[in-house]
């Protein structure tokens, strides 16, 4: 009896005590027992990226990038965590990886703007502002109401040169967010670079009257007002 006793303290005889029924327990489930939950690949997606908001929010920055990782791992679709990744990437300057993250965003047909346009940012982040002009005209389709998108690719239009497409995509942009003050400069820019100075000097005049400019972009616009007034007409 004392032996039986010691190997059932010890775990070693626990099948062989019979139940209740006198029947034994093996294979049986606990009376009660409440069933396992299953979580799915996108509810664990959830819990990850909601954890390394958390932890973004402590500074705790390395320990969010691999809890972000995570989320992608289990849910390649949850768009909220492949851009924070791509994010916390390019605050390293690891362009490559995040570039490379967010061309799998793209495949995989999910925010499509946001991605194309946190992929151009790089682009123009690494110098390649060609690159980035593809990369927001490639996807451009899907973005003709968004203001934000329009904008972004009349400033690289503007940049490589291309006044009239960006004077185009300027006004698409001001129809959609009128009272936005760097669009209503960057149209007055491709409006004077064009030759239409009465057009761009009520464009600056608007970006003026805003309110929304920095100290910089003020004084940047009082000089072209300046430049336009003195322009023979």
């Known amino acids: 009896a004392s032996t039986s006793k010691r190997n059932i303290m010890s775990g070693e005889a626990v099948d062989a005590m019979p139940s209740r029924n006198g029947i034994a327990g093996k294979g049986m489930e606990p009376v009660g027992a409440a069933p396992v939950k299953q979580i799915s690949p996108q509810q664990q997606a959830e819990y990850s990226y909601q954890k390394a908001v958390a932890l973004l929010q402590q500074g705790r920055v390395a320990e969010a990038q691999e809890s972000l990782g995570e989320s992608v791992r289990a849910a390649p679709d949850h768009a909220a965590s492949r851009q924070a990744l791509a994010g916390i990437l390019v ?5 490559a990886q995040a570039e490379q993250l967010l061309r ?3 495949s995989r047909g999910g ?3 946001e991605f194309a ?5 790089i682009q123009v982040e690494r110098g390649d502002g060609r690159g980035a002009l593809e990369t927001l005209q490639q996807h451009l389709p899907g973005a003709k109401d968004h203001a934000a998108y329009q904008a972004f690719l009349a400033a690289l239009l503007q940049r490589q040169g291309q006044h009239k497409p960006a004077i185009e995509h300027y006004l698409t942009a001001l129809r959609l967010a009128p009272a936005s003050a760097s669009s209503l400069v960057g149209l007055g ?5 064009e030759n239409h100075p009465a057009e761009a000097q009520e464009a600056f005049s608007r970006a003026r009257t805003s309110g929304g ?4 972009l003020q004084n940047f616009v009082e000089q072209r007002l300046k430049q336009l007034q003195q322009q023979p007409r």
């Open 91 to 95: 605050e390293k300057k690891q362009y």
């Open 111 to 113: 925010s499509q703007m």
């Open 213 to 216: 400019l920095s100290p910089d």
């Open 104 to 106: 799998e965003g793209l």
């Open 117 to 121: 346009m946190a992929m151009a940012r």
């Open 189 to 193: 820019i491709s409006l004077q670079a």
